[in-house]
Nanobody, 123 residues
C-alpha cells in the first residue's frame, strides 16, 4: 500500500501563488505516476497534472498549462504542484494520487489517493 499526505493549501488572492506538497510513504516502489486532481463543490473530480516517477515526463490540463508546474523529489518521495497566477475558478480541494500504471488523466487510472487540501482563491 501507498499512503499520500497533502499539504500547502490555503487562501490566496487572485494572481497569487501557492505550492502544494504530497508526501508518499509505504510501498513507494509501486509508484509509476503521481498526479494532482481537484474537485470543486458540485463538480466532478478534474485532472490537473501528472508526472512519471522515473524520467519526470509531465502532463497538464489545458486549464492550468503555463500557470502550474508539477515536479518531484524522488529521494524524498514527494511531488509538488507550484501554482502561479491563481484564479477564482482554481478554488477546489486538491487531491494527490498515485498510479502503478502509466501516465493518465482519469481518476480510475490511480490506485491511491490522499485526503486533499483546500485551495481558495478570492477575487
Amino acid at each position: 500500500q501507498v499512503q499520500l499526505v497533502e499539504s500547502g493549501g490555503g487562501l490566496v488572492q487572485a494572481g497569487g501563488s501557492l505550492r502544494l506538497s504530497c508526501a508518499a510513504t509505504g510501498q513507494t516502489f509501486r509508484i509509476y505516476t503521481m498526479g494532482w486532481f481537484r474537485q470543486a463543490p458540485g463538480k466532478e473530480r478534474e485532472f490537473v497534472a501528472a508526472i512519471r516517477w522515473t524520467g519526470g515526463s509531465t502532463y497538464y490540463a489545458d486549464s492550468v498549462k503555463g500557470r502550474f508546474t508539477i515536479s518531484r523529489d524522488a529521494a524524498q518521495n514527494t511531488v509538488y504542484l507550484q501554482m502561479n497566477s491563481l484564479k477564482p475558478e482554481d478554488t477546489a480541494v486538491y487531491l494527490c494520487a498515485a498510479s502503478n500504471a502509466g501516465l493518465g488523466a482519469t481518476p480510475s487510472y490511480y490506485n491511491y489517493w490522499g485526503q486533499g487540501t483546500q485551495v481558495s482563491v478570492s477575487s
